[in-house]
């Protein structure tokens, strides 16, 4: 597609369920990442996927917090047993290789809602 | 973590005045990104500057990388209310993602 595509663009979930985001990147972008963002702060950063190479997963708050690329492509992000910190919005960006020159697209982003 | 400083947290001006937004680190990065955020989008990338001293201009937006690659500014010039919104900087070494400080958020009143 022409940009980053994030589902849903809204997700209001019971404390306690497990949710996943969905994000398709820009075709043939190698780099995936994502940020989270809660009201009045910057972008955390969670994970960041490279190629075939290891994900950093350095970013993730907790073990809740997993996520899956598949074929280089579209990725997952899972948070498991939803707490109301986890309350966000979810941001999904893509970038060509060497992200510190060529700079992210981002999609829309997920604002999840845990009640 | 290499931690990005934006100054001023806020700022409302009126359409026509100029302002600099600021973006501080103790860190050097090999490039320095400038982004916008609009409410309910993700950021959208305005400019990168990889030189330490380099001015780049994006129409009435004109963004300086310090020398030492520890800092950046935008000045916005005769601002208009399209400029209004959330302004990130963020910070890049090859390999890693970016990090990003908390923004600016700019408000533009006719």
């Known amino acids: 597609g022409a940009g980053v595509s994030q589902s849903p663009s809204n997700k209001v979930t019971e404390k306690g369920k497990d949710v996943e985001l969905r994000c398709d990147p820009i075709s043939g972008h190698t780099a995936l990442y994502w940020y989270r963002q809660s009201l009045g702060q910057g972008l955390e950063f969670l994970i960041y996927f490279q190629g075939n190479s290891a994900p950093d997963k350095s970013g993730l708050p907790s073990d809740r917090f997993s996520a899956e690329r598949t074929g280089g492509s579209v990725s997952t992000l899972t948070i498991q047993r939803t707490q109301q910190e986890d309350s966000a919005v979810y941001l999904c960006?893509?970038?060509?290789?060497?992200?510190?020159?060529?700079?992210?697209?981002f999609g829309s982003g997920t604002r999840l809602t845990v009640v | 973590t290499q931690l990005l400083e934006q100054s001023p947290q806020f700022l409302s001006i009126q359409e026509g005045e100029n302002l600099t937004v600021y973006c501080n680190s103790s860190s050097v990065f090999s490039s320095l990104q400038w982004y916008r955020q609009e409410p309910g989008e993700g950021p959208v990338l305005l400019v990168t500057v990889v030189t330490g001293g380099e001015v780049k201009k994006l129409k009435r937006l004109t963004f300086q990388f310090g020398d030492a690659r520890k800092d950046s500014s935008l000045h916005i010039t005769a601002a208009q209310p399209g400029d209004t919104g959330l302004y990130l900087c963020?910070?890049?070494?090859?390999?890693?993602?970016?990090?990003f400080g908390k923004g600016t958020s700019l408000l533009v009143t006719p």
């Open positions: 960006a893509s970038s060509l290789y060497r992200t510190d020159f060529y700079g992210y697209t």
């Open positions: 963020a910070g890049g070494e090859s390999g890693y993602a970016l990090n």
